[in-house]
């Protein structure tokens, strides 16, 4: 089974802070994916990544920025957080554009509270 | 990218079939439909794909009509476990890294 693990559940931080979200996937996936979610608002992209050190903004990029250094691992920053960031942050992966399916797998996100 | 809409909230009692159906009036040749169920506090998770007519799973069916401008999903007999919210998008599996949009879903309430 793909698993999909993000390094936190809960997540408290101050507003200023530099945060940081991982990410990592075991299937070998060439695509990975952050989200967001809020209530009424359903899930929205904020970057997806199709390729090691390759990005691309989604619908609501501002104020976040991504690393992709390793297959693997994608990683979610918050240069400086501030209160609107207050989230449930997900995760997803899915096996690329050459592959059969896009299925996205989640993973279990993180609940990002800003104060 | 086709957008969705899809009722916001269903109720339902055990043992029931249940029909979502989602509107994708702008759905493009390429696009897939997808369909992802999501429990409380847990990511969402594939249920069924298809791109026209009829797909069957173990978990549902996802009927298409032929202008593909719609699509149901249908629960058979659901039970209490699948009180969940359900996504339904479309997308291009092959171009934008298989870059999919979330709706708002709908959220389903299955009662005994």
């Known amino acids: 089974d793909v698993k999909v693990t993000q390094s936190s559940r809960y997540l408290v931080k101050r507003t200023g802070e530099k945060v940081f979200l991982e990410c990592v996937q075991d299937m070998d996936h060439e695509n990975m994916f952050w989200y967001r979610q809020d209530p009424g608002l359903g899930l929205r992209l904020i970057y997806f990544s199709y390729d090691v050190k390759m990005k691309e903004k989604g619908d609501i990029p501002e104020g976040y920025s991504v690393s992709r250094e390793k297959k693997e691992r994608f990683s979610l920053i918050l240069e400086s957080a501030s209160t609107n960031q207050t989230s449930m942050y997900l995760c997803?992966?899915?096996?690329?554009?050459?592959?059969?399916?896009?299925?996205?797998?989640f993973g279990p996100g993180t609940r990002l509270t800003v104060l | 990218l086709a957008k969705t809409t899809q009722p916001i909230s269903m109720d339902s009692y055990e043992g029931q079939e249940v029909n979502i159906t989602c509107s994708h009036n702008n759905i493009a040749t390429n696009d897939y439909i997808t369909w992802y169920q999501q429990f409380p506090s847990q990511g969402p998770r594939f249920i069924i794909q298809g791109y026209k007519t009829k797909v069957t799973n173990e978990v549902a069916s996802l009927f298409i009509p032929a202008d593909r401008k719609s699509s149901t999903l249908s629960l058979p007999r659901v039970s209490l476990s699948d009180t969940a919210v359900y996504y339904c998008l479309v997308g291009d599996k092959g171009n934008q890294g298989g870059k999919l949009i979330f709706g708002q879903g709908t959220e389903l309430s299955v009662k005994p």
């Open positions: 997803a992966s899915s096996p690329g554009t050459l592959a059969s399916t896009d299925t996205q797998y």
